[in-house]
């Protein structure tokens, strides 16, 4: 069984930053591929950014479009976790952010499928 825990969401003015981590355990983490999703007020749960496993030598990183030149994914295999690093944030970014693990597919470019989630935490942008 995977757990996933994530830490780091809180209030920030527009234009702040945060650091978002999310441990993992009961699965070889560096052999899987991790990601970042969000979910705001009255919307539907969608892509932020995926970190992806390549036969555990090399890792690419993905982003969806809302957070390309803002947001920046990474992982230390050493500490099994991976982070979200949010810069120039929005009110729109105002949602609970999930960390997740599974397989990639692509559709134009990749993303993750997940089958595995955290239990979200929550990030309030105000302005």
């Known amino acids: 069984q995977v757990q996933l825990v994530e830490s780091g969401g809180g209030l920030v003015q527009a234009g702040g930053s945060l650091r978002l981590s999310c441990v993992a355990s009961g699965r070889t983490f560096a052999r899987y591929s991790m990601g970042w999703f969000r979910q705001a007020p009255g919307k539907e749960r969608e892509f932020v950014a995926l970190?992806?496993?390549?036969?555990?030598?090399?890792?690419?990183?993905y982003y969806a479009d809302s957070g390309k030149g803002r947001f920046t994914i990474s992982r230390d295999n050493a500490k099994n976790t991976v982070y979200l690093q949010m810069n120039s944030l929005r009110p729109e970014d105002t949602a609970v952010y999930y960390c997740a693990t599974g397989r990639t597919y692509y559709n134009g470019s990749y993303y993750l499928d997940p089958d595995y989630w955290g239990q979200g935490t929550q990030v309030t942008v105000s302005s």
């Open positions: 970190h992806r496993w390549n036969s555990g030598i090399t890792y690419y990183a």
